[in-house]
């Protein structure tokens, strides 16, 4: 499966996002679908993750509460929405396709490019 992440951009501090991923080449539908984040110097770590029916989400305790997932799944895509942004939340954000609710990196198989998303304070 191909993906392709979108929607980074530079926010202010307590602003918003919404970026999407575009699935392509398999079943989206077959897929848990989930997003990490790298800051500069950092390693990657998980943000969220929801299931193939998107019946069930999951999400990173640095973020829960401000950050959501979603998939629709007519138009192959999912989802990362992000309120109450903070510096601490500027990182490249990736997409990734996998088969198990899992939120480690080495559980998905596809990843899309990275979307850079800047937050100033």
Not at 9 to 32: H, K, P
Not at 43 to 61: K, M, P, Q
């Amino acid at each position: 499966v191909q993906l392709q992440a979108s929607g980074g951009g530079l926010v202010q501090a307590g602003g918003s996002l919404r970026l999407s991923c575009a699935a392509s080449g398999r079943t989206f539908s077959n897929y848990v679908m989930g997003w990490f984040r790298q800051a500069p110097g950092k390693e990657r770590e998980f943000v969220a993750t929801i299931s193939w029916n998107g019946g069930n989400t999951l999400d990173a305790d640095s973020v829960k509460g401000r950050f959501t997932t979603s998939r629709d799944s007519a138009k192959n895509t999912v989802y990362l929405h992000g309120n109450s942004l903070k510096p601490e939340d500027t990182a490249v954000y990736y997409c990734a396709a996998g088969r198990r609710f899992r939120t480690s990196g080495a559980e998905y198989d596809y990843w899309g490019q990275g979307t850079l998303v800047t937050v100033s304070s």
